[in-house]
């Protein structure tokens, strides 16, 4: 990702929109598997500026690592947390069995080799060790927006559970969301394509009314996912847990 993204990002995601409702989005999930207390403990893989720490740290104890400079030190900059720069299988070594999940936050876009990321993890998890993913959805939605921003790919529902297909965990939730602004996105991606050559993404705060009304449409999704599997949306999330011997796991009940 550009620098000048990592700037921005630390600028802008405590207010914008879809940082502020994902993030409450995550948390009801986590919350759900990994009940708040003291003592629990969760590392976020690819933390970025912090703004998900800084959420999360009210509720756990928590450890980013990213591999970027300028995210480390702007998340060091906002956080009293350990925040590591460097790969997650070094800077995790020793610390597994007190980890209680892990957070990749639309990360594995990034990845290139993706499917050793998730292994890599899985096989590091200890029995019962939860992992909460997001990530870009639809491939049609690509966008000069993907590219600034440094991702590999957009994914399908399949292309996103190869990744686990096999592994040591168990499915407990899938389901797509930002559902109710997809129509929108949709509609501004595949009809009014960006023509931009500069390396400056979409991210942008909107006038306060704006960026309320939109924090609100989406954040109304934390209901809907309590209850049901969305039909569609512009991001996939899922929930796994790393279970107690190696055998195949058969595919989620895709509810909550």
């Not at 989005?25 to 598997?33: A, G, Q, S, V």
């Not at 992992?131 to 000069?144: D, K, Q, Y």
């Not at 168990?170 to 389901?175: G, R, T």
Request: glycine share 8%; hydrophobic share 45%; proline share 5%.
């Amino acid at each position: 990702m550009e620098a000048s993204e990592f700037a921005l990002h630390a600028q802008i995601e405590d207010r914008h929109w879809w940082f502020m409702a994902r993030r409450e989005i995550i948390l009801d999930f986590m919350e759900k598997y990994i009940p708040a207390g003291e003592g629990r403990l969760v590392a976020e893989i690819g933390c970025g500026t912090g703004g998900n720490l800084a959420f999360l740290k009210g509720h756990y104890r928590v450890i980013g690592i990213d591999t970027s400079p300028d995210a480390v030190r702007y998340a060091s900059e906002k956080l009293q947390c350990p925040v590591l720069l460097g790969d997650f299988r070094e800077k995790l070594a020793g610390r597994w069995e007190e980890l209680d999940g892990v957070l990749l936050a639309d990360v594995l876009e990034h990845v290139e080799d993706d499917a050793s990321f998730v292994e890599d993890i899985v096989a590091s998890l200890k029995p019962g060790g939860m992992l909460f993913i997001t990530v870009p959805a639809h491939r049609f939605l690509w966008s000069h927006h993907d590219l600034v921003l440094g991702h590999q790919r957009r994914y399908s529902v399949g292309e996103l559970r190869s990744l686990w297909k096999g592994l040591a965990v168990s499915e407990l939730v899938f389901s797509p969301f930002n559902t109710l602004l997809f129509p929108v996105v949709a509609a501004l991606r595949v009809f009014l394509p960006s023509k931009k050559t500069t390396g400056v993404s979409d991210l942008r705060l909107p006038p306060s009314l704006i960026n309320r009304l939109l924090y609100k449409l989406f954040s109304a999704e934390r209901i809907l996912l309590k209850h049901f599997r969305l039909p569609f949306g512009v991001s996939y999330m899922a929930v796994l847990e790393k279970t107690r011997d190696e055998a195949c796991k058969s595919p989620a009940r895709n509810i909550r």
